[in-house]
């Protein structure tokens, strides 16, 4: 009898063994998961600080991305909206160089409670008009608390007017052939900066955003995604495309028809993307902001 309880309570053991190997086994593998760290971003063209101060901040306050990135800041939108949000945020970095004698007018600012600062620069778009200094490319090389790195690019795509000098007679076509052949050497610049970067700091996930004055039908946009960046308006799990433009007439509420000149560029996961349209954003520029959260995988 002693025998026959021994056996029995011998194969109970081999079976709840069993029963718990095979559940470790098909159990679901969140670990992929566990890998992904969040972050968020906000692009921005402050059109020169001509809008309501107060409007911005709301903005800028209400999002409270970890990283935002703005073009055409002059010294009065410094004044009216940088400046204040810095105090207001101590926790914030600026990413500002001085080129010449003008503050960039594309800064990036990032959370220091989120990110760490590695290294960072400032450059003249090549291909522009010489005499414009809104005209800008800025990085920052930043690594999260949690050890992952991010290279954040910001830029102000060139612009080919009749008002600037030497282009006074060119024509409408003239005018647009001269701007689309700026605009890829634009991207060639922003490629050989992050190429420098990977040099010197090696490879990461990179975050290119800015009002980069050309849309998706561009060839300056495909020369991005077949450098491996892809649009968050396109690519992200959730997001927004009401085909309206990203720019509009100030104080305007609704942006006319057509494609978004305003994107986020990233080489990795995208969740969200969402063109802000409020009455605050009209008050406070020519462009709808652009708001994107994103995902860096540990160890890459």
Not at 73 to 88: H, R
Not at 266 to 277: D, K, L, Q, V
């Amino acid at each position: 009898m002693k025998r026959i309880v021994s056996l029995l309570l011998t194969l109970c053991l081999l079976v709840s063994s069993a029963v718990y190997l095979f559940s470790c086994q098909w159990q679901p593998d969140n670990s992929a998961e566990e890998k992904n760290e969040q972050f968020s971003i906000l692009t921005w063209n402050v059109y020169l600080g001509n809008g309501s101060g107060d409007a911005v901040l709301s903005v800028l306050n209400e999002k409270s991305a970890d990283i935002i990135q703005l073009q055409e800041a002059s010294p009065v939108a410094y004044t009216k909206y940088v400046l204040p949000f810095l105090e207001e945020h101590p926790e914030y970095f600026i990413l500002n160089k001085v080129i010449g004698n003008e503050n960039l007018r594309t800064p990036i600012l990032f959370n220091t409670e989120k990110f760490d600062y590695i290294d960072g620069g400032a450059e003249m778009l090549t291909d522009a008009h010489a005499l414009t200094v809104m005209k800008t490319l800025g990085w920052v090389l930043i690594e999260s608390k949690e050890g992952n790195r991010l290279l954040c690019v910001n830029f102000h795509g060139s612009k080919c007017l009749n008002k600037y000098a030497g282009y006074e007679n060119y024509s409408a076509e003239q005018l647009a052939e001269t701007e689309e052949l700026w605009h890829q050497g634009n991207v060639r610049q922003i490629l050989s900066t992050i190429s420098l970067v990977f040099e010197t700091y090696g490879e990461c996930p990179v975050i290119i955003t800015g009002d980069c004055n050309f849309n998706s039908i561009s060839h300056a946009y495909e020369m991005l995604e077949k450098a491996g960046y892809l649009d968050a308006e396109t690519h992200a799990v959730v997001n927004q495309q009401d085909g309206m433009k990203s720019q509009h007439k100030m104080g305007i509420i609704h942006s006319d028809e057509g494609l978004t000149i305003d994107h986020v560029f990233y080489s990795g996961a995208m969740n969200t993307h969402e063109i802000i349209r409020s009455e605050s954003v009209y008050k406070g520029s020519d462009h709808c902001p652009v708001f994107v959260t994103a995902e860096i995988k540990k160890g890459e």
